[in-house]
């Protein structure tokens, strides 16, 4: 039996495989794609602190050799259920495992235009995250995608830092709080694209603009990048049966990472939280991983030792 199994290889999985292998747990990491998660998908990242630059894949491997090297067991394989009981198991396509306590960082994917070569303009004109990608795009045009919460104030941001933002929506009017639709308004450098959508990419090896269709036609528009805004998915669906969820599809768990389920917890962008970056992932997995190691060496103890 494990001490801890940890459900996802990525920023917030790791992280907690190696707190927990220092304190000398036994782990096993169960990731159903490739290491490193998200971040993988990215060319440069400037906002981690200590690393000025550094490649998305570079980050993953370095985290992924040093859980390796602390002694954690990393298996390819997708958790398809998780159950509780006297011990907790862990359901894959492949197997399945005990343990006594579950972390699960299994992150979430955002939402894709569906739109012919857009995985391969990823990182090379297409970002799915204005905060890490903004900086590349200084002084030059660029379009938000979508018309919620996260559009509308990805525009705000990017106002502050590109030439002109196209703000493309498919509805007849924006939607959303009063506050930031009128700072929305004020920005002279946005322009907001009513009732289209983005029916091509247009690039020259990167990106140079988007082709675009409302009511009118089609139309062309020259931007260096795009933002897709249009929502994200966390991958939390195969543990409904018994964690609770927000509407959204998001875990519900306190700042402690615990869920509704002791000896389960709950680590980076998978979870209800404000910011999901690599900071705000890692920081997760930290607490997380303390908080599995607490509950073993005290709540588990005193149920089965
Ligand atoms: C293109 C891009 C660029 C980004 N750039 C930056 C940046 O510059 N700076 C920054 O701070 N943040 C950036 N981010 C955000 C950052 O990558 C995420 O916040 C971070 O990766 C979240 O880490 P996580 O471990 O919670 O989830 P993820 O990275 O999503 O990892 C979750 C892992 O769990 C696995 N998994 C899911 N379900 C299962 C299952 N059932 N069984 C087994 N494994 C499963 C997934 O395959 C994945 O590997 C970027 C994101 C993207 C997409």
């Not at 000025?52 to 298996?75: P, R, V």
């Not at 958790?79 to 006297?86: A, F, N, P, W």
């Not at 990182?123 to 559009?151: E, L």
């Not at 990419?201 to 931007?223: P, R, T, W």
Request: include cysteine; proline fraction near 1%.
């Amino acid at each position: 039996m494990y001490d801890i199994i940890i459900v996802g290889a990525g920023p917030a999985g790791l992280t907690s495989a190696i707190y927990a292998c220092r304190a000398k747990k036994n782990v096993l990491v169960l990731e159903a794609n490739t290491y490193g998660g998200q971040i993988v998908n990215t060319s440069d990242i400037e906002n981690y602190p200590v690393e000025e630059h550094i490649s998305g894949f570079d980050f993953a491997t370095k985290l992924y050799n040093q859980t390796k090297n602390l002694g954690a067991e990393i298996k390819f394989e997708k958790v398809v259920e998780i159950k509780d009981g006297s011990f907790k198991e862990v359901i894959t396509t492949k197997d399945s495992y005990k343990c006594k306590a579950i972390i699960l960082a299994t992150g979430a994917e955002n939402r894709r235009l569906n739109i012919v070569e857009e995985a391969d303009y990823i990182g090379r004109g297409i970002s799915y995250c204005a905060t890490c990608d903004g900086n590349f795009y200084k002084g030059k045009d660029v379009a938000v995608i979508g018309s919620g919460k996260t559009a509308l104030e990805d525009a705000i941001y990017l106002s502050g830092i590109c030439n002109t933002v196209y703000l493309i929506h498919k509805e007849s009017e924006l939607d959303g709080d009063e506050n930031v639709l009128s700072l929305i308004k004020e920005k002279n450098n946005i322009n907001i694209i009513h009732n289209s959508s983005v029916t091509k990419l247009i690039a020259d090896d990167v990106l140079i603009g988007i082709e675009i269709k409302s009511k009118d036609g089609l139309k062309i528009i020259d931007v260096d990048g795009v933002f897709v805004a249009i929502g994200r998915v966390p991958e939390n669906e195969n543990f409904r049966k018994i964690i609770n969820l927000n509407e959204k599809g998001y875990i519900i768990s306190a700042e402690n990472c615990h869920t509704n389920i002791s000896g389960i917890f709950a680590a980076g962008d998978n979870r209800v939280k404000s910011l999901r970056q690599l900071v705000t992932a890692t920081n997760d997995g930290a607490i997380a991983a303390v908080e599995a190691i607490k509950y073993i060496n005290k709540e588990w103890r005193d149920k089965n030792v």
